[in-house]
């Protein structure tokens, strides 16, 4: 009697596979971003008392050229107003520190924002993270290129707030 061999599978993740790839995370601020200028309008629309800055893209696009006067207008419009920034804040502080770990085009692409143990980050900590945000666009958003030569895959506002960007 010859004894059986049972093949057994294992099933290997290699460590690179568990951290967030450069393609991923910016799909997922793209998503992220096209929400937030969705989110954005709408707010602009309903607090605006004056409607006829508002000047739709079409309107925009279809004269022969935009001005330097209507560019500076549509900058006042879109910076020079508190509401995007603080709620570009809120966004990703708040989500990247709730239950689900992620903003809205993260957990779509399957990412999640943890601490270096793989637990949930606070705000405090979510808060370094967005703000050195900042640090990472200086030199010509090398920060962000960082990732591409690290083990974890993390940016320099990673680095700086602790965190890593995970595959579910």
Request: with cysteine; net charge positive.
């Amino acid at each position: 009697m010859q004894p059986t061999l049972t093949k057994q599978t294992l099933n290997i993740q290699h460590r690179t596979e568990l951290y967030g790839s450069f393609a991923a995370r910016f799909v997922s601020f793209l998503v992220d971003s096209t929400l937030l200028v969705f989110l954005y309008s709408f707010l602009l629309y309903f607090t605006t008392k004056d409607h006829g800055q508002l000047t739709t893209w079409k309107e925009l696009l279809q004269e022969d050229s935009v001005t330097l006067d209507e560019g500076v207008q549509a900058c006042k419009t879109l910076f020079y107003n508190l509401y995007f920034p603080v709620l570009h804040w809120l966004y990703y502080t708040l989500l990247e520190s709730s239950k689900r770990q992620a903003t809205i085009g993260k957990f779509t692409l399957g990412l999640r924002v943890t601490d270096l143990r793989g637990k949930r980050i606070n705000f405090l900590q979510a808060n370094l993270r967005y703000f050195s945000k900042v640090i990472s666009c200086l030199p010509v958003f090398l920060g962000f290129l960082v990732m591409l030569s690290t083990r974890r895959r993390q940016m320099l506002h990673d680095y700086i707030a602790r965190t890593l960007v995970l595959t579910d």
